[in-house]
């Protein structure tokens, strides 16, 4: 009989972690707050609310380039996460008190533009996204699928674990037209609405995820054994991306798909006008409605387990195969398959997001904005969002603008940063500050470069 090595378990379990989201945290949408909020109207804020394109500083606006990346966890602040990077999920399942959560969240925008004629506003926005996610994991049970060596000779270990404990990772590429319409401009006040109808083009989704667990872990030296267990497992995934013999990305075969899915996003703007032109502006956007569809190679298998009191299981066994694992659930008379199918359709990432921008003097500002998560995170075939809200102070002097976004986060917690802003170039963070002085859970980046043409549209900011 071999003997007990549960690290192709580990692989099961965590490497989607490993090699999803410390890869992508070099190019990671991540909500662009801060910068969003600026008083300077642009793509980005247009982007976060397709009604703003009808607030463009300039009668032309091209965004040249802007990428946004963070990455973040419930458990390792930002320097533990730095020191163990080579052994990231065991400090994780070693220091965790609570499920473990963490994510890589981010996006490239490529070059786009917007344009203002009157009462009506169009623009063009491409742009790569991006995101890994774990979900809700048991850290009991992650120390004894991890080569953890900190256990006695024998040990019974009850699971009761309701939620769904998912590794996720999705990209895809997007390109969208923003339709803006003023409903009226007044002396006092101007109210605008917008969508953004966009053309979405899949890269890659995998997911496996353990749902409503229930059972008894059995680990002794030589074997790791299910008894008395019930519970939901899934696996989504596409062969040409995800090596099944080790479940790392082959980077190589990540291609631009076909057009397999639409999604929009739809927004309303008010503002408040004075004699200096706008003092309060506020919006109101829904984003990321809509689903992307994966055809054939994508497969997505649902299996039901069922191991009577008495019997038992052997999961140190398992290969690091997808195939394998499947072959082997359907062989032990232990798992029945709900589903199989080969293509489906994922839901898109959709939040409900809200600003307000307020003008306190002629140099100073502050900004409100919040965003809140509306699908459920446990469904496998759903992409996750992140909800916060932020507060952003900010001053002008001229061209430059220094602005400092303060933010509660989920997983992540509080968080604060700074950016600067100088003419259409920005670089910024909404985590740095607490990063490098409280020793917080995230860290992230956002940098952009956009110009305006034409005419200054002067009732703005």
């Known amino acids: 009989m071999r003997s007990f090595n549960p690290y192709p378990m580990n692989k099961i379990l965590l490497l989607l972690f490993v090699s999803f989201l410390i890869p992508l945290a070099v190019m990671a949408q991540f909500p662009y707050v801060g910068i969003q909020n600026s008083q300077r109207k642009g793509i980005i ?3 976060m609310n397709p009604a703003e394109m009808n607030n463009l500083s300039r009668t032309v606006e091209v965004q040249f380039f802007a990428a946004n990346a963070a990455i973040g966890n419930n458990t390792l602040t930002f320097s533990e996460t730095i020191k163990y990077r080579n052994d990231l999920w065991d400090k994780m399942m070693e220091k965790a008190g609570q499920p473990v959560d963490g994510n890589t969240d981010g996006s490239a925008i490529l ?3 917007g344009m203002k004629k009157g009462k009506w506003a169009f623009g063009l926005i491409s742009q790569i996204q991006s995101r890994a996610t774990i979900l809700n994991v048991n850290p009991e049970i992650g120390r004894y699928l991890t080569g953890n060596d900190n256990y006695s000779n024998f040990l019974l270990f009850s699971i009761n674990n309701p939620n769904n404990q998912r590794a996720n990772f999705a990209t895809w590429f997007e390109s969208g037209i923003v339709i803006g319409r003023e409903i009226w401009n007044s002396p006092k006040s101007k109210f605008s609405v917008g969508t953004n109808f966009k053309l979405l083009f899949p890269t890659g989704y995998t997911n496996f995820g353990i749902g409503n667990l229930s059972g008894t872990l059995v680990v002794d030296q030589t074997a790791v054994t299910l008894t008395n267990a019930r519970g939901i497992v899934n696996f989504s995934y596409d062969e040409s991306v995800v090596d099944t013999r080790n479940f790392n990305i082959d980077y190589n075969n990540i291609s631009l798909g076909k057009l397999s899915g639409v999604g929009f996003d739809f927004g309303f703007n008010y503002q408040l006008k004075n004699k200096d032109g706008v003092w309060l502006n506020t919006g109101m956007a829904f984003r990321n409605i809509g689903k992307l569809s994966f055809g054939g190679g994508q497969n997505n298998q649902t299996f039901e387990m069922n191991i009577p009191e008495g019997e038992s299981y052997r999961i140190d066994l ?3 195969d997808f195939r394998s694992i499947e072959k082997d659930f ?4 232990f798992f029945s398959r ?4 080969d293509g489906f359709e994922v839901g898109l990432p959709t939040v409900w997001a809200a600003n307000a921008d307020l003008k306190l003097t002629e140099k100073f500002f502050v900004s409100v904005y919040g965003q809140t998560f509306i699908q459920s995170e446990k469904n496998n075939l759903q992409i996750p969002a992140i909800s916060l809200i932020a507060v952003t102070p900010s001053a002008i002097f001229g061209n430059f ?3 400092s976004s303060w933010g509660y986060y989920d997983i992540t917690g509080f968080n604060g940063g700074i950016g600067f802003r100088y003419g259409g170039f920005f670089i910024g963070s909404q985590s740095i500050i ?3 002085v409280a020793d917080a859970k995230k860290a992230d980046l956002q940098v952009g470069l956009s110009w305006g043409f034409g005419k200054k549209i002067t009732e703005n900011f």
């Open 434 to 436: 607490t990063a490098l």
């Open 45 to 47: 804020s247009a982007m």
């Open 401 to 403: 603008e220094v602005y």
């Open 318 to 320: 398992l290969e690091p």
């Open 111 to 113: 070059p786009s533009f």
């Open 330 to 333: 359907l062989e032990s008379g």
């Open 338 to 341: 709900e589903s199989n199918t």
